[in-house]
């Protein structure tokens, strides 16, 4: 058996677009991730006989994590399983460090096993995407359709966000979280990272009212699913029921680019829930490990 840290990018993300692995199983966003404070990608590469195993891991001030923003574990080529306590005892044995934090997409499932003394599960609002985007709108609640309806009505504006446009953003992403009382913003470096290394891979929109930006989403895609990110609003966007219009042209965009679902991530505020329920998104659990202190 052969463990070494993988530098050639091109070989790591042929290997996760053939073999299924998601956004945060790229190489590059394994990258972006080290502009957050203190941390170290890794992209391990185990390799056996008959299998390989391509697995991102993170160590962040001591601490060894199999995801930090997003999902993470293993992608597996040769079989379809591993034994979890196998994998493990690997990586606890390169880093000299014990898996702290590990949290697996839906859509991945690479272990033969998921014991209750090592594993729990955390909750996503999940729906499943049709093939036809006019499925959806007779779908969803009508509620949904009347605030889209609604922010057209009041002529919101919904285009992609350009890199002339980040520092507009980016103000107004600093002023939503000043007034939600938010313990950590992203760098400003860190979006334009985002915007020029991971164009593909994202759909960064804005909702302008008289050419203001007044709301703003930021979506992560891969081959099957779309990924809610961050959604930021002011006042203005807020009361124009902007954030409705993104996620219509989110979903219609993703619809047309035939990925099955959109992951709308979790939300302890109630009312931050209701557009994700109203548009028929439905608790899913995925498992994460136990934190280890």
Known sequence: MEIEICTDAQYWDACM?????????????????????????????????DTVVLTPMYVQDGRLLGSLIGYGGPIIIGQDKIDFSVYESIINKKFE???????????????QSYSKEKWDYKETYMLDLPNKFEDLWTSC???????????????????????????????????????????????????????????????????????????????????????YWININ???GKNSQSSYLLLNDAFELAIHNKLKYADLGYSHNKGIARPKIYWGAALKKCFCLKERI
């Open 234 to 236: 002011n006042t203005e």
């Open 97 to 111: 460090n014990k898996i702290q934090k590990l949290l697996l997409p839906i859509t991945i499932n690479p272990f």
């Open 141 to 227: 609640s009508g509620k949904a359709r009347t605030s889209v309806r609604y922010a057209r009505k009041q002529n919101v504006e919904v285009r992609p966000i350009t890199v002339a446009e980040l520092d507009e953003f980016y103000q107004l992403y600093q002023e939503h979280n000043t007034s939600i009382g938010a313990s950590y913003s992203f760098s400003r470096e860190f979006f334009y990272h985002l915007v020029l290394n991971l164009q593909e891979k994202i759909l960064f929109l804005g909702a302008f009212l008289e050419e203001e930006l007044v709301s703003s989403s930021i979506f992560i895609m891969d081959k099957k699913v779309l990924y």
């Open 17 to 49: 677009e053939e073999y299924n692995g998601s956004v945060f199983h790229s190489y590059e966003w394994g990258k972006l991730m080290e502009l957050l404070p203190g941390v170290q990608f890794f992209p391990v590469l185990i390799e056996t006989r």
